[in-house]
């Protein structure tokens, strides 16, 4: 454990973020949970984070285990935090950027906060499981958390993640936290360390992710060419934004979902649904402060669908799980 493969693909992973710093860990929950830790240590009682209500819910548990108070806002139409439905008056600490099925934040219109956050001195994380490879890997703000599970762009063969970060505090937090807080015992931990046949593995992985992602750009461009001669299917990739995307997803808005998505299944094409809710209508985050109707969050939850893309698809397999797209929503 913690051994020259983990510090090998630890150093890969920080270049290639241009950061100081990438610290592995057991999982992107894991590493959001250390994010959301360390800064609840450096803040008053109860600090107050904003974060999109249409995220994995991972996003607002680990904010919630470190006693943040969560404030949920909506999304714009492809599911990325709207800096304009920020309460007005109320103070927080820090806000929380998720680049949804893999868009990039850095060209998203909430940049426009940029400068207030920075006056302000809130503390900006990127939860990055999905996007962290799209706009050539540029971290913005404080912190990111990125994972590296089964479903995800470069994946481990069981559970990964890491925080890349500048701050050195903040490294040093993450190593101690992942290892029961040695050496120095200064911090309280867990055990969250990637195992180095892992980390060797990823190493491999490392020397493809390239020549991957420019696949699941081709398989992306392609359909979205496709479906944008279909006015009833709308592709959440944004032609302004394609170039910069990390297609960990590709994910089409339409009506009658679940109809299609069965029909599609009978063909035996798998699809997803990310997510079939948005957190603040799941009971147990209701607590916590927002509206009871988020709508474009709410909207999103009820008609986004995720069709299979991976790169080892064939371009007859391309071609053919289009084609009963666009038949199953005529």
């Known amino acids: 454990m913690n051994g020259n493969n983990t510090a090998e693909f630890e150093h890969w992973l920080a270049k290639k973020n241009r950061s100081k710093y990438a610290v592995t860990c057991h999982s992107g929950t894991h590493a959001l949970e250390i994010i959301a830790e360390y800064w609840a240590s450096q803040l008053t009682l109860h600090p107050k984070v904003f974060m999109p209500s249409f995220t994995y819910v991972a996003t607002a548990n680990a904010f919630i285990r470190a006693g943040w108070d969560i404030h949920f806002i909506d999304t714009d139409a492809y599911g990325i935090i709207d800096d304009t439905k920020f309460p007005q008056g109320v103070d927080y600490d820090a806000v929380v950027l998720v680049g949804l099925y893999g868009k990039s934040i850095t060209h998203s219109a909430h940049v426009r906060s940029w400068n207030h956050w920075v006056a302000t001195n809130t503390i900006v994380i990127e939860d990055a499981a999905q996007h962290w490879l799209a706009n050539s890997c540029q971290r913005i703000g404080d912190a990111a958390a990125i994972s590296f599970d089964p479903m995800k762009n470069l994946a481990c063969y069981g559970n990964g993640g890491a925080v890349v970060t500048d701050n050195s505090d903040l490294a040093e937090f993450a190593r101690a936290w992942r290892d029961n807080g040695k050496p120095t015992h200064n911090y309280a931990g867990t055990n969250s360390r990637m195992s180095e046949i892992d980390c060797a593995t990823m190493l491999i992985k490392t020397q493809h992710i ?97 069709l299979p893309l991976y790169p080892e698809l064939t371009d007859l397999e391309v071609e053919y799980i289009s084609d009963q797209v666009l038949s199953c929503v005529a």
């Open 210 to 306: 390239d020549r991957w992602q420019a696949r699941r750009a081709q398989i992306s461009d392609f359909w979205r060419e496709r479906f944008a001669k279909n006015s009833k299917i709308r592709c959440l990739i944004d032609e302004n934004n394609a170039h910069n995307h990390a297609h960990h997803k590709f994910v089409i808005d339409i009506d009658n979902r679940n109809a299609v998505k069965q029909k599609l299944a009978d063909l035996k094409i798998e699809t997803r649904v990310h997510y079939e809710r948005p957190i603040h209508e799941i009971d147990v985050y209701r607590q916590w402060p927002g509206p009871d109707m988020l709508a474009v969050s709410s909207s999103l939850a009820r008609r986004v669908l995720s």
